[in-house]
């Protein structure tokens, strides 16, 4: 079984990215604290890659900036590529596949790639969003 789930906070605003065939995607990186203390009294972080495609891809960028606390579930994988210097790479990443938006904090820049219009304007997509009421009050859409 192939099941990840964990909670934390976003390390900078998430960017949408259109692909080909009107698909859309999102990388993002969570910020988990450690559950102990490290030598000096710290506490320590790991930095977890993931990656998220469509609606819900759209609604991680619309509504999280850096900071949001969000819990994700998933599944983990493993690929590789090779870089501009010829190198072959390999990373390891959450795909998402749900999400729960704990506490939201606002973007700072709106360099996000908005989703095409026909995306945007489809209201059955906020079924299966959950936020919760008391941390962020959104508008009717």
Known sequence: MNQVGLVGRLTKDPVLRELSGKR?????????????????????????????????????????????????????????FVNEESAKVYITEVVVEDVRFYKLKPRDSDNAVLPPQSVRNDHDYLKDFVLPQEEVNLPVV
């Open 24 to 80: 859309v995607q999102s990388h993002f990186s969570l910020a988990i604290n450690r559950n102990f203390k490290n030598s000096r009294g710290e506490i320590e972080a790991d930095f977890i890659l993931c990656t998220v495609w469509g609606r819900l891809a759209e609604h991680i960028v619309k509504y999280c900036g850096k900071g949001s606390l969000i819990g994700v579930n998933g599944r983990i994988q493993s690929r590789s």
